[in-house]
């Protein structure tokens, strides 16, 4: 069979959450042809969220991590291949290039590379005792590390970084978060929602610097023992984690000379210019109807899955633009947090609920549209913004303010 | 070890060992078996690990807390009163012979 031939079938790049989903569901959809999946970690594909929380915490092993045991892609044609990196697209040929030197074919290419540790250009980030949070090889280091740990100090004060601290607070553990900015979560939650999550933390124990920048890290023998921040300050430390952020692994994509801006740039079918590629999840910058501004570029599971149902459907000839709501949760210590929508560009933030409890919900509105709504220790709420914010529904401040307001008949309302 | 019989849609029958402490969810993932995706990996987040419990052993289970009530609101298949959220199913003595349908879509 020549190369590019319909036997070719499809090569998808990355065994994530968005690679694997991929996989799963162009078999549900009963498409017939090959289907290669293709991972440079030496695992089956497992699930992320569960490494900065159970995982981490000691509470379930490797097991529990798994997507689908090995029988799953056997028993369903999926060709995996893991452990092994693509290093280059050839468009024209249709085929991609392994480490080692092997081609694979492919029909239709679906890059669903996630991203990478942004790593900060400090000196002594290459000391022993500076960990990341991203894949399990980083997960188990740094789980070892923190059993034996006298003073943890985080740099970046968003999801991972709060994940990490509530489990080393469980463990004891002293922990000091450094901050850039006046506030936690900065990026993805209102400023409410950063004052109660940054109290709790500090009931905790957590220490944190806002407004702090890291100048260096500082190491005795090549390990870490301490954080110089630019105020002079010394923080000790035999662990430091970094969690300032990802970037999305687009250069196969740019290589190939595909268009990335922030991800590789695909369409609202999460196609790029190139009709036998697509790009999904992390790595994928695409346009939402649900953003304010566009394109975006999300990291969460939910966009992930949903941007590889979507792509599967329309590889078995039942193509759909791409409009699923976006929906995100984070679990730190007994603290849950559940975002439906997306709230960047917010003007308006209207409290429902008890706040000083840490039972109520943020409804975050740009003029009277209401872009997304978090919910802290409010899982019905969440239940109810996504199928609100899924179906267009209005509500206005003054509704969400007012504790008669139904909003469950407004969620659940027909029409 | 207790034993649950996963029913599928289209009325395929899978008895699985589910350990005590053990979800219905993980059990079932654990096992590879279609019908339930899972997707937060049981923090009752998704929504994708609905089963239908079979009516005479609904009082067997775990009572159901607001968060998984709500969910189960915004399940793909439709809501029924014998309709549970898998991942909040954890195996106790007393759930040993559990009969659990899959609905015809999780997403
Ligand atoms: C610690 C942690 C906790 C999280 N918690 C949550 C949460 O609570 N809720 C939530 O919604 N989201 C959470 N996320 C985010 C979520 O896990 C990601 O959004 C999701 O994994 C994205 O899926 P993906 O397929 O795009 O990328 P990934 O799952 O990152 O998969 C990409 C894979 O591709 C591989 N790869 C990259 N380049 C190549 C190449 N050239 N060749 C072969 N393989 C390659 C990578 O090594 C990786 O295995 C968390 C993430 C992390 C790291
Ligand atoms: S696995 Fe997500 S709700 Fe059960």
Redesign the pocket.
Known sequence: MASGGPADGVVI???????FQVAASLRQNGFDGRVTL????PHLPYQ??P???DYLDGKSGFDLLLMRPAAFFAEHRIELMSG????AIDRTGKAVALAGGSRIAYDHLVL????RNRVPPLPGVELDGVCY???LAETDALKERLAACRNAVVIGAG??GL?FAAIARGKGVPVHIVELVERVMARVVCPETSAYFGREHQKTGVEFSFGARVERIAGEGGKVSYVVLDDGRRLPADLVLISIGVVP?EE?AATAGLAVANGVVVDERLLTADPAISA????ASFPSRHSLRNPVRL??????ADHARCVAARLVGKPHAYEALPW????QGALRLQIAGLTTGFQQVVLRGEYEKGEYSAFCYAGDRLLGIESINKPADHAFARRLLAAGRRVTPIEAADPSFDLRAAATARG | MPQVTYVSHDGERTTLDVPLGTSVMQAATLHGLDGIVAECGGSCMCATCHVYVQEDQLAKCPEMELGEDAMLDGTASPRRPNSRLSCQLVMVPEMDGLVVTMPETQT
Request: charged share 20%; with cysteine.
């Open positions: 790049v990355g065994a994530g959450h968005g690679g293709i991972g440079d970690e992320r969220p490494l900065s929380k092994r990196a693509v290093t669903a590379t996630g991203a949070l991203r894949n999801f991972i994940e692994n196969l999904i999840g992390d790595c990291e969460a599971v939910q966009n992930a995100f949760w984070s679990e």
